[in-house]
């Protein structure tokens, strides 16, 4: 018989998801460190880590109300993938949708940009 | 007075930690864990009713059956003779995550060698959530469109193959396999590509030996 496992979960978009793993690892730590209030959070978050900024700050609203976190600010430090044109040697910073090299069009493949982390919290 | 505590700590932690529980329990009897990651109606439970026909008897495969709502994907992939089948429905979701994952290998039986996971139709959020798997593949189908890859990259560097489905509806769809397949691999040149239409049948066996190939990958960072 096939079984159901049922999870009750609701929201459609994964930044929401990853909004409430963020919000745990900031409430877990705002604890152990006998904090009132968060007063600032800051994220790293890769271009390639699949995650939104904007879906993420929506998500982060709803996720911080009737919490010690919910007047503080979120900040977020973008990083970049790397890319390195195999065909020219040039070395820059890439994007999700960067394919090919801005200096000669070879195809480059990206590597990096993958963080997705809690950086630091300001507490009162 | 304020203060800064600095934290650096990965988000998706208990995900991650999740993943590394489900691939050390696997390890005992060698489970081959292979995600496979789509759209929605790119044919993945048409696919696996496909493989589990073929490799029933052959090898001990296990699915698990990713959706939103309904439990229509297992009852058809067990119908086609899977041995064990077990359906997670999200409840609103658009991706499953390991911690899901674990749960519903509790009632898994012993000596599994393949286990794949048909993850919630979805091309953007499946990709960022580890589930302990060892092979991730995107599976397209031409009707989508050639510019599918570029336009939802994330899951194709991710993936390890294509399977590039539904190649039968290509000449109605206008659209060329051989140029969604060099679309993909210009974004990701490692993929291990698949051509096949799951109704017919065509190309199915070479994914299937494939299938039947796959080792374990060693747990690395
Ligand atoms: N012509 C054609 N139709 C196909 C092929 N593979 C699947 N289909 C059809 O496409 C539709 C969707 O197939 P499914 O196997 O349910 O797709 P899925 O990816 O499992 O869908 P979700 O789980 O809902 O995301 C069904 O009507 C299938 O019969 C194919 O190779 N060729
Ligand atoms: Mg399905
Ligand atoms: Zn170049």
């Known amino acids: 018989m096939a079984r159901r496992a049922p999870f009750g979960y609701n929201g459609c978009m994964h930044e929401l998801s990853v909004a409430q793993s963020m919000m745990a690892v ?11 209030k968060i007063l600032r ?6 271009n390639m880590s699949g995650v939104s900024v904007d879906a993420l700050r929506f998500a982060f609203d709803a996720v911080k109300t009737d919490t010690i976190a919910g007047n503080a600010e979120l900040v977020i430090r973008e990083t970049a993938a790397d890319a390195h044109c195999a065909a020219c040697g040039k070395s820059f910073e890439a994007g999700q949708y960067d394919f090919s ?9 990206p590597k990096g940009g993958d963080e997705l982390y809690v950086k630091e919290l300001e507490i009162e | ?27 005992a009897d060698n489970t081959v864990v292979v995600n496979i990651m789509s759209g929605p109606g790119a044919g993945k439970t048409t696919l696996l009713e496909e493989t589990v026909r073929r490799l029933a008897g052959k090898i001990n495969v296990g699915v698990i059956e990713g959706d939103i709502a309904t439990d229509n994907d297992a009852r058809r992939v067990e119908r086609a003779g899977a041995e064990w089948v077990v359906q997670i429905n999200t409840g609103g979701a658009c991706h499953l995550e390991a911690g899901m994952i674990e749960r519903a290998l509790e009632t898994a039986p012993r000596g599994m060698q393949l286990l794949i996971i048909e993850n919630v139709g979805n091309l953007v959020c499946p ?18 469109g050639q510019d599918k890859p570029k336009k939802y990259p994330g899951m194709y560097r991710k993936s390890h193959a294509l399977v590039l489905n ?19 691999l210009e974004v990701n040149p490692a993929l291990k590509v ?3 239409a799951a109704t017919t049948g065509d190309g199915v066996d070479e994914w299937c030996d ?4 796959l080792k374990k990958r060693p747990a690395s960072v």
């Open chain 1, 26 to 36: 900031a409430l877990e730590n705002a604890a152990a460190n006998n904090a009132k």
């Open chain 1, 41 to 46: 959070i800051e994220l790293v978050v890769g």
């Open chain 1, 101 to 109: 090299c801005p200096a000669c069009g070879a195809p480059v493949f």
């Open chain 2, 1 to 27: 007075m304020s203060r800064t505590i600095l934290i650096e700590k990965k988000i998706l932690e208990k995900n991650d930690i999740a993943a590394a529980r489900i691939r050390q329990k696997l390890i």
């Open chain 2, 127 to 144: 990709s960022s959530f580890d589930l302990g798997d060892d092979w991730k593949v995107v599976m397209a189908s031409v009707t989508e």
């Open chain 2, 166 to 184: 539904k190649v039968d509806l290509a000449p109605y769809v206008n659209v060329s396999p051989g140029l969604f397949v060099k679309e993909s």
């Open chain 2, 194 to 196: 698949f051509l096949t």
């Open chain 2, 210 to 213: 494939w299938l039947a190939s």
